[in-house]
Structures are given as C-alpha cells and as structure tokens.
C-alpha cells in the first residue's frame, strides 16, 4: 500500500476533497494555456501528487522542497524528475532565467506571500510561461479569525494571512498578467472537516457565484 503523506490524508476529507478539485482544476487549466508541454517546476511539491498529474500530460518536472523527507518522497513516486530540497532561507528560486514554462506554487503561504518571489518567478518563467498559485487573503474573514485566535490564545501567528489578496495582486500585476482569479475557501471549515454541512456550502457558493469574488 502506497504511504500516503500529511496533506494527501487531509484531501480525503469532505473539505480536503473539495479544495483540493478545485486546485486541480485550476492547475489543469493553466497548463493548457501553455501550449505544448516543455519544462514546469512545483515549489512545495511535497508528495508530488500535483508533479505526478503534470508529468502525466506530458511536462518534465523539476520539484522542489523544504522537507527532506517530502523530497525523498516525490523522487521516489516521480523518478523521471529532478526533486531538490532547497533552503527556507534563501529568498531565491535557484534555476536559471527562463527556464520553465510552468510554474506551480500551491499551498506554499511563506513563499508566495515573501517580498522575493514575485519577480523570481517572472525571472525563471520564459516568454510563454504561465504561473499557477494560490494565495492566502489577510482580508477575508478567514484571516480575520485566524489573527483574532492568536491575540485570545497568545499564540504567535505563522506565514499565514500577512497581507491583502488586494496588496499583493497590485505587486504582481508588475510582473504578470492575470488570466483568471477565484475565489474558495469561503466555509467555516479547518482543512480536514468531515463536516456534513461541506456539500451544502460548496453548492451555496456556487449558488451565489462566491467563486468570482477572490
């Protein structure tokens, strides 16, 4: 039986699962607008279920972690890819200048939101290249909650929610040229719910169009 990692035990729940359809979807289409399949490269691959996908519609993956064991991991799964474990420290994507024509950075908060990853991303993407991400909206009522949890419990907050979905589209409209925005995560649900409501709200959404709103 294949080990399944953290984050692929966690989209099997009712709210994993949801989230996670709609990451794919948006990875898929995003691919597609590349054209012919060449280089593509996932910061934060951990398991290497989105690199695996990818390898199979026809890209050469190279992967990168800040987990050792996550790498060993993806290499393992994807033997055809280069997996390199980079570190958290070094505000750079360490490839050279328009090298991949797919980049791919879900779920990876600490370095979608630093200051140095906007234009190195724009930096190793060629020409053609198209960017996928996803991004964590200190603005939403989600980011909201989380900060307000953290003043009541002392906790220190992480990389999570430090700036406006608004703020950082301004920066990257420097770089890129936006294709398609959506919004998700609009349910009052942690990662792994099971909750029965999940079907209810991700139909409410649509319903309402909440997904146009990012």
């Avoid at 958290?88 to 370095?111: G, K, Q, R, Y």
Wanted: charged share 20%; aromatic share 10%; net charge positive.
């Amino acid at each position: 039986m294949k080990t399944q990692t953290r984050w692929e035990k966690v989209a099997e729940s009712r709210w994993g699962a949801h989230l996670t359809a709609v990451e794919k979807g948006a990875i898929v289409q995003g691919q597609s607008l590349c054209g012919t399949p060449g280089q593509a490269l996932e910061i934060g691959c951990e398991g290497g279920r989105s690199s695996v996908m990818l390898a199979g519609l026809g890209w050469k993956l190279t992967c990168t972690d800040v987990n050792r064991h996550a790498i060993r991991t993806c290499q393992e799964r994807l033997p055809s890819a280069r997996c390199q474990l980079v570190n958290p420290d070094e505000p750079n994507i360490p490839f050279a200048s328009s090298a991949f024509d797919f980049l791919l950075c879900m779920e990876v908060a600490p370095v979608i939101q630093s200051n140095w990853f906007l234009p190195e991303a724009s930096r190793v993407l060629s020409s053609r290249g198209i960017f996928v991400g996803m991004f964590w909206n200190g603005c939403s009522w989600r980011g909201a909650v989380y900060r307000l949890r953290a003043v009541l419990t002392g906790k220190p907050t992480r990389d999570y929610y430090t700036h406006s979905y608004a703020s950082w589209r301004s920066g990257a409209r420097r770089y890129f040229d936006f294709i398609k925005e959506q919004g998700l995560c609009w349910g009052p649900f942690g990662r792994s719910s099971n909750s029965i409501l999940v079907p209810v709200v991700t139909r409410l959404e649509r319903l309402f169009g909440l997904h146009r709103l990012p």
